[in-house]
């Protein structure tokens, strides 16, 4: 995330100091026992003090044919 999303990191490093990386998967952790791995993956991770939520999966608009 640190390189793919900087400016996340950036806003969470800021937030939460070097407890960041642990609240960071702790949330992730919490998404994904209440929405389940599929949604966590399509609609990223929604994280208070963020403009969007964290992407942890990149989908093309590509059709396979």
Same mark, same amino acid.
């Given at each position: 995330?640190?390189?793919?999303?900087?400016?996340?990191?950036?806003?969470?490093?800021?937030?939460?100091?070097?407890?960041?990386?642990?609240?960071?998967? @702790?949330? #992730? !952790?919490?998404? /994904? *026992?209440?929405? %389940?791995?599929? @949604?966590? #993956? !399509?609609?990223? /991770? *929604?994280?208070? %003090?963020?403009?969007?939520?964290?992407?942890?999966?990149?989908?093309?608009?590509?059709?396979?044919?």
């Amino acid at each position: 995330m640190q390189e793919t999303q900087p400016e996340a990191w950036q806003a969470l490093s800021k937030a939460h100091g070097p407890a960041a990386a642990t609240m960071l998967a @702790d949330r #992730l !952790r919490a998404a /994904l *026992d209440r929405q %389940g791995t599929l @949604d966590v #993956l !399509r609609h990223g /991770l *929604d994280v208070v %003090g963020l403009r969007r939520p964290i992407q942890l999966a990149q989908f093309s608009a590509r059709r396979w044919r």
